[in-house]
Nanobody
Framework: QVQLVESGGGLVQPGGSLRLSCAAS????????MGWYRQAPGKQREFVAD???????NYADSVKGRFTVSRDSAKNTVSLQMNNLKPEDTAVYYC???????????????WGKGTLVTVSS
């Protein structure tokens, strides 16, 4: 079994910063891509940012220049540094990882349960 556990959400004022973290644990053979998605109230889940095992990053246009994704492959963790937060960034943020486990010779998507980020004055 594999678990992804997010942390770091909370309430922040517009213009403020937050750092989210996600740790993967379990019977992991390798992790390909790790990243973040978010779902605002009444909206569909959307891509935010991800990072490959080689360190290549991708960002949604709405967060470019404000958010930075990073990972520690030795610890199986991924982080999202969010700066200059805006009210429209309010959402539940989900960690996602593409993982190959010890028991399956192929990659699968795994998701965390999410952490709430609220940007409000």
């Amino acid at each position: 079994q594999v678990q992804l556990v997010e942390s770091g959400g909370g309430l922040v004022q517009p213009g403020g910063s937050l750092r989210l973290s996600c740790a993967a644990s379990g019977s992991i053979f390798s992790i390909n891509v790790m990243g973040w998605y978010r779902q605002a109230p009444g909206k569909q889940r959307e891509f935010v940012a991800d990072i490959t095992s080689g360190g290549n990053t991708n960002y949604a246009d709405s967060v470019k220049g404000r958010f930075t994704v990073s990972r520690d492959s030795a610890k199986n963790t991924v982080s999202l540094q969010m700066n200059n937060l805006k009210p429209e960034d309010t959402a539940v943020y989900y960690c996602k990882a593409i993982i190959r486990t010890m028991s399956r010779p192929y990659n699968m998507d795994y998701w965390g349960k999410g952490t709430l980020v609220t940007v409000s004055s």
